[in-house]
């Protein structure tokens, strides 16, 4: 049986260059702090803690240590708050960075501020605290409470509205709640910033691209990620004969006859460790 991995397979820069940052302050200390799990991906956080590299409550940490803050961020005014008391090791992705940094100047510059995405979603608590007034926007039911009532909501200091995306979410539901606010708001101006992330969208467009070669599609990822079950969703679409699985044992269970199958693409989301997909692919190799 023939294995495709896409390039694009596993880890994203931002989580590699986290879990880089992580390893190396674990080679100075016996014990490393995390605000929060570096990704969502629970056979991963145990292999970490058992090196431990854990998350810990930040009331009960000493004084003086070192935490790591992951890739997604945390709010400016968390940021000041434990950086009076600890050391921060920051290794937010620099592209959700660039995002704080828009929506800082965009607030300067007396911006209301739109965002697509989900309202309690790690990142989205780190951006919506650089806004002054902002939205945050998921479904299309809130568009259009939002556009029903936007005279209200937006208050009349504001000259101008931004737009932009939490950088997973979905490209489809950005550009439409830009045509539908660009189309109805038309009394002060919109400005729309594509605050996508790219790393996300070759890996979906390289996967589909491979799919339409193979029998059979295997997503590896953490049944609670939101970016693994966003890959799976957009490759189940294209074809029925795709399989979700968090690890080889799990796969086993879903999917044990493989008559028939000449080649197999497996595709790792960005929250899925490298070991995780190789277990899987040396034993599709070996059927
Ligand atoms: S998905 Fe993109 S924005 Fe998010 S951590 Fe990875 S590289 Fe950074």
Same mark, same amino acid.
């Given at each position: 049986m023939e294995i495709i991995v896409p390039k !694009? !397979? /596993?880890?994203?820069p931002g989580v590699k260059r986290a879990e880089d940052g992580v390893f190396q302050l674990k080679e100075k200390t016996p014990k490393v702090n995390l605000h /929060? $799990?570096?990704? #969502?991906n629970q056979i991963y956080t145990s292999m970490l803690e058992s090196k431990g590299i854990e998350t810990v409550d930040t009331e009960s940490l000493p004084e003086g240590e070192t935490l790591v803050i992951r890739t997604h961020g945390i709010s400016m005014q968390e940021e000041k708050k434990l950086a009076q008391k600890f050391v921060l090791k920051d290794l937010t992705c620099p592209i959700v960075k660039r995002v704080q940094k828009h929506i800082e100047k965009a607030a300067h510059e007396e911006s209301f501020v739109i965002i697509s995405g989900k309202e309690g979603h790690a990142e989205v608590q780190g951006l919506v605290s650089y806004a002054k007034d902002h939205i945050v926007i998921e479904t299309e039911n809130e568009l259009e409470k939002f556009l029903k009532d936007y005279k209200n909501i937006i $208050?009349?200091?504001?000259?101008q509205i931004f737009i932009l995306s939490?950088?997973? #979410?979905s490209r489809i539901f950005f550009e439409h709640i830009c045509d539908a606010i660009k189309n109805t708001i038309t009394h002060i101006p919109v400005v729309i910033k594509d605050t996508i992330c790219a790393v996300t969208e070759n890996k979906e467009k390289e996967s589909l691209e491979l799919q339409k070669t193979v029998d059979w599609t295997i997503v590896i990822g953490d049944p609670h990620s939101s970016n693994s079950k966003k890959l799976y969703t957009i490759l189940k679409k294209a074809s029925e004969n795709t399989l979700f699985t968090k690890n080889l044992v799990d796969l086993q269970e879903i999917k044990d006859d493989w008559v028939n199958t000449n080649k197999v693409l497996v595709v790792s989301s960005?929250?899925? $460790?490298l070991f995780i997909e190789q277990e899987i692919v040396a034993y599709l190799k070996n059927i």
């Open positions: !694009s !397979s /596993g880890f994203c /929060g $799990p570096l990704i #969502h $208050p009349e200091n504001y000259k939490q950088t997973t #979410h960005a929250s899925t $460790p």
